[in-house]
């Protein structure tokens, strides 16, 4: 994990298992001004953002849930209530592009670029990782530089976006949480948005694969948790 | 001003006279899909936005205002409603740095992009010029240069940020709408946001000076037209 100096920070918290961990580790590394949620109307964001909410009080941080309702009225992507169904698979399958809500990460990282420093925070952490999905652009490593950038070039307090895990994996943040001790089965994947995870849409494949491939005990509750497919091979 | 091949845009119009003269010079170098205007709670937004609608409907032109409540309710700023007053004087004053909606200008891009990825389009019209104030650090070359890199990495389409004032002074944007025939009158800057502009914020005072050294007759109703302070030198 990379080190940073600490900051005054804006943890960004969806409420699903990567976001919580990085809260749970930036608030032993950096001190925590406020956990950040967002609503911009996807089918999920009523499950997981109580999540965050729910990690936030138990760490005795502020949360707030900013709405972004222009996402949820005029944007098209299957993530959102207004789209159509989520697709099973692996996260990796041409088909999950339907689920991509373009340019979401740069929307939110602006929001809470503004937001930190309207509040005199000096830092935004962000839990992209590694194995962050490809098929999104607002996901690769290539466009969070570009954002870190400018976000640091266009705020006084020169803001630093702090990506903790950027050279780690899905499961290694599944083995950093175990040893946080948080507790995931109070975080949310599932992009159906159902009373329970599906167990088979790309999100909760991707979430069973790094229980498994990091040896950490799953407690979540799935609809229905048939074998893991094989990752797609790239051609 | 910089050529660019023709694209698909959206055009970023406060209703402001820059970014009114962009809509008019765009409508003639690209197929403009849409003119988007942000509605953020500000103190001028209520008498700008009428005035890019009216253009875009002159233009035959689809207008949309997208609303971001969040900034106006959580913002700090003496730019919006809930802030302090709006000092008088020239731009480049200190006090002016009470105005700076904090990266204004990256979430508004941001949320373009998201909307031109949605729609189809793959360009950004934006009215940035080399006289843009330096003590906003998000109007910038160098903040919108790492914005047009997240904006072509974060979006399928590689959605460009075309800035074609860039190398241009704010008096050549009023030199230019007076050649493309804009109506000035039915622009609007003033911070104040009163029934007429007030002359004398720092935005008015440029609105002023931009006509007087292009040589272009201002139409616009002052409450008051002392004259023109000198621009403070730099140190």
């Known amino acids: 994990m990379k080190e940073s100096s600490e900051r005054n920070v ?3 918290c969806s409420g699903g298992m990567d976001s919580v961990v990085a809260l749970h580790w930036a608030a032993r590394t950096h001190t925590v001004a406020m956990v950040l949620s967002f609503h911009y109307g996807s089918k999920h964001n009523d ?14 941080l502020a949360h707030s849930t900013l709405r972004l309702d222009f996402m949820g009225d005029c944007f098209e992507s299957h993530l959102l209530k207004n789209g159509g169904g989520i ?3 692996h996260y990796e399958e041409e ?7 373009p340019f979401r990460n740069g929307i939110m990282l602006s929001v809470a670029a503004g937001l930190a420093e309207s509040k005199g925070t000096s830092g935004l952490v962000i839990a992209a990782h590694s194995g962050d999905h490809a098929i999104y652009p607002d996901c690769r490593e290539d ?3 570009a954002m870190a950038d400018a976000i640091r070039l266009g705020t006084y307090a020169e803001i630093a ?7 780690r994996s899905k499961a290694d943040i599944a083995r950093l ?22 167990g088979e849409c790309g999100t909760c494949v991707e979430r069973r694969e790094a229980f498994e491939l990091a040896g950490v005990p799953d407690p979540t509750h ?11 091979v790239a051609c």
């Open 161 to 167: 976006l702090i990506r903790p895990f950027i050279d």
């Open 10 to 12: 804006i943890v960004l």
């Open 222 to 232: 799935y609809l229905n948790a048939p074998p893991l497919p094989p990752k797609p």
């Open 47 to 60: 499950r997981e953002i109580p999540c965050a909410a729910r990690h936030a009080a138990a760490l005795g």
């Open 177 to 198: 949480g175990h040893e946080l001790g948080v507790d995931f089965s109070d975080t949310w994947s599932c992009y159906v948005g159902g009373d329970i995870h599906c």
């Open 95 to 101: 088909t999950m592009k339907q689920t991509v809500v």
């Open 87 to 89: 697709p099973k698979g």
């Open 143 to 145: 466009f969070m530089r």
